[in-house]
């Protein structure tokens, strides 16, 4: 089988599980780590889904958050994943007043480490400024975390995610989070002085007047976002500790280096299809048998990712044959028929094609 693409060399396909994701420091490599969110995150989007209705089948399709990859605070889950259980609570859930449900779920040290870095400081914007350089703590850094401090505090928060629905409930959920945390670290009823959210006004927001405790909320604005007065920013926090936050920040960094990206849908894809192509079986259909899903299944997940089952199989036998043809060990014919290749003819039409040059040029010197 050979690739449907013509013309220039292919590109070498990502890393796989066995490729080093670190570099000499021990810090994750940010391409892989900033990707993802954290398991607490996760946990909390993905419980209250649940509770709201969500069908388990619909969770237990969404790659990455059950709970064995949950169950630890070094894994890290793609992104993708979390966006998604965003899209079946916001299908699942009024709006307003989904994003509200999952703080009402997420009571101080919910999201462990991040909860109290942002809610530890001698005044809640010492806090907050102290904790931003960690918001990869809980999600990616793609995910914008801003803060303006000019006495009053705003926290602006801006989403990847692409659906509008989706969208507005992580929004709402943000903005109502930081609020829950400043009165959990002033132990005072704040209400902020404005709420801006960027998705035009629903027909009724009662609820969040309600749960902001304010009226001066702004809708189809530039930016979604909290502002806390200044009295209210600036108030020395009653249970400060120094010792406390220093202690929290090194156990950050420790997190952010030792974190493990959970394999997403393509690098399971990925594994499965190199054991295929080992064990002599590499076809649609075996791969698929792997992974325990059906063969239409695995086409749209590959779609999903801006791939094809063609293309795969390709990058990877060309990763395969230039590692085998370096090493030397193997006769062209041999390293065909382990690939799959009907002869060396025919692999070395391919290789031509993947690289354009012939496999000779590889071969050990």
């Known amino acids: 089988m050979s690739s449907g693409g013509s013309g220039g060399p292919v590109s070498v396909p990502a890393p796989g599980p066995s490729t080093p994701t670190r570099d000499g420091a021990g810090i994750p490599r940010p391409d892989l780590l900033d990707g993802t969110a954290s398991t607490h995150l996760t946990r909390l989007v993905r419980d209250t889904a649940l509770r709201a209705g969500v069908g388990a089948d619909r969770i237990a399709a969404v790659p990455g958050v059950d709970d064995a990859a949950l169950g630890g605070e070094l894994n890290r889950i793609p992104l993708r994943s979390l966006v998604r259980l965003w899209e079946l609570l916001a299908r699942t859930r009024t709006v307003p007043g989904a994003g509200l449900a999952v703080v009402d779920a997420a009571p101080l040290g919910t999201l462990n480490t991040w909860d109290y870095l ?43 995610a692409g659906d509008p629905a989706a969208v507005a409930v992580i929004n709402e959920y943000v903005l109502a989070y930081y609020l829950r945390r400043a009165r959990e670290a002033t132990g005072r009823p704040v209400v902020p002085e404005r709420v801006t959210f960027s998705r035009s006004a629903p027909a009724d927001h009662r609820i969040l007047v309600e749960a902001f405790g304010t009226a001066h909320i702004e809708f189809d604005a530039p930016a979604d976002a909290i502002t806390f007065t200044a009295a209210d920013a600036t108030a020395p926090l009653p249970r400060a500790d120094p010792v406390l936050a220093d202690l929290l920040r090194s156990h950050a960094d420790l997190v952010l280096a030792a974190a493990r990206p959970v394999p997403g849908p393509l ?43 063609r293309h795969e199989y390709d990058l990877l036998r060309y990763a395969r044959a230039r590692t085998l043809l370096a090493e030397g060990r193997l006769t062209t014919a041999a390293i065909a028929g382990r690939l799959g290749f009907a002869d060396d003819r025919a692999l070395r039409k391919a290789y031509r094609r993947w690289s354009g040059s012939p496999p000779s040029r590889a071969r050990a010197r």
Request: charged share 25%.
């Open 118 to 160: 942002v809610t530890n400081g001698a005044t809640l914007a010492d806090a907050l400024r102290t904790a931003q350089p960690y918001h990869r703590l809980v999600t990616a850094a793609a995910e914008g975390f801003d803060l303006d401090d000019d006495g009053a505090v705003t926290i602006g928060y801006r989403t990847t």
């Open 267 to 309: 690098e399971t894809f990925r594994i499965a299809l190199a054991a295929a192509i080992d064990d002599g079986e590499p076809s649609l259909a075996s791969v698929a048998r792997r992974l325990a899903v059906s063969t239409r299944t695995l086409q749209r997940q590959l779609a999903d990712a801006d791939t094809t089952w």
